[in-house]
């Protein structure tokens, strides 16, 4: 007799055969890109998409709606808009390494990338929301704002410091972690009318960065405003996440 979990076991299992599809395409992808870019442009590619692999593998289990038990078998539009914004950015990461074809790709890589962030968000709240969903487009972002600072720092655009800003989010994200492991509780994020438009600036910095004949001390005054603004808000959201302002709701329920 079928235990009752199996069509759970079943459509996990049909997830992740299509997720490592999605994986192998991802990869041929980068592998087609090498005789344009080069053979040192893999060197930075590869690590970011399998970073962007182990991280969407790793939580393939969340790719249920908010507060459901079980997990669908497909991916979804969404989330394919979104994992495809992270190839751009494996793309993206390897540009520094390589022979570009124009001075304009490392730009027209991240705008298209971060552009699509509106996209699969919208195509979520047409179909359909998944915690996965929400979970690797905070992911991405984070990603975007990561390697595209890497890149404009490394070409002399931003000033170092500025990387503080690609790191912020897995500094969060890690203590939460933590936090979790030890036991201790955590709280969902209040809404914010300042959070997008905080996140539209460091796209804005880093695009900036990116394109050819633009940097400089103009440029520099306003990404540490755009850093500072960015820290401000994350230390208000951790205070929130842990209750450290006050919370009456109850915290996260532990998976």
């Avoid at 306003?222 to 450290?244: E, N, P, Q, Y």
Wanted: glycine share 12%; aromatic share 8%; net charge positive.
């Amino acid at each position: 007799m079928p235990s009752a979990d199996a069509p759970a076991r079943a459509d996990h299992s049909r997830l992740r055969r299509r997720f490592l599809g999605a994986v192998a395409a991802g990869a041929f992808g980068l592998v087609a890109l090498r005789p344009l870019f080069g053979g040192r442009w893999l060197l930075g590619a590869a690590p970011v998409g399998l970073y962007l692999a182990v991280y969407a593998g790793s939580n393939l289990t969340a790719n249920r709606a908010p507060g459901a038990a079980r997990a669908r078998s497909t991916l979804g539009a969404a989330n394919a808009i979104t994992l495809f914004r992270g190839w751009l950015l494996a793309v993206l990461a390897g540009a520094p390494l390589g022979s570009a074809p124009t001075r304009w790709v490392p730009v027209a890589l991240f705008c298209v990338a971060v552009s699509l962030d509106a996209v699969d968000g919208a195509v979520a709240r047409r179909t359909r929301e998944t915690v996965l969903g929400a979970r690797l487009d905070a992911a991405v972002d984070a990603l975007a704002v990561l390697v595209g600072g890497v890149v404009a720092v490394g070409g002399g655009a931003l000033p170092a410091w500025y990387l503080v800003a690609g790191g912020v989010w897995y500094a969060y994200a890690g203590s939460l972690w933590l936090r979790k492991r030890a036991g201790e509780p955590t709280y969902e994020l209040p809404p914010s009318r300042v959070r997008g438009p905080i996140g539209i600036a460091q796209f804005l910095v880093v695009a900036a960065g990116l394109a050819p004949g633009i940097g400089g001390r103009p440029l520099a005054a306003v990404a540490g405003v755009a850093l500072a603004v960015l820290l401000a808000s994350f230390a208000r959201d951790w205070a929130a996440a842990t209750g450290r302002l006050g919370r009456d709701d109850p915290p996260i329920a532990p998976e």
